[in-house]
């Protein structure tokens, strides 16, 4: 992709990389993203104005970022012997991803039932 491009060609002329220098590419509207920190300066993003298909871009850009610092965390080849090839892992790892989302669908319905009973106390900025 061209933000790994720019990222690779970065970390080859500089002698000592930003630590946060990466890239990740959105399939879904074909666009590369390429991110640094130059300095321990933060921004953020007001997720109150966001529309809800800017949330779920948004959400997803956060999930690759994370993912890709865990997985340049550890050692890809010894975490692949651990998990094997049975495809054990896999499932597992679905089969808890589906119960999470069924236990999120719960307890939004919760929420909801809360709110509406008077419980809990919705304000809208």
Not at 58 to 79: E, F, K, P
Not at 90 to 98: E, L, V
Request: charged residues 25%.
């Amino acid at each position: 992709t061209h933000g790994e491009r720019v990222v690779e060609g970065q970390r080859l002329m500089q002698s000592a990389s930003d630590l946060f220098l990466g890239w990740t590419r959105d399939e879904e509207v074909e666009i590369d993203y390429y991110f640094r920190q130059l300095r321990d300066m933060k921004g953020s993003f007001d997720l109150a104005f966001m529309n809800p298909p800017g949330f779920v871009h948004y959400a997803r850009l956060c999930g690759v970022t994370l993912a890709r610092a865990h997985v340049r965390s550890g050692d890809g080849d010894a975490i692949a012997g651990y998990l094997g090839e049975s495809g054990v892992f896999d499932r597992s790892i679905a089969s808890f991803a589906s119960a999470y989302a069924d236990q999120v669908v719960l307890d939004h319905a919760s929420l909801i039932k809360e709110i509406d009973n008077g419980h809990i106390e919705v304000r809208f900025a």
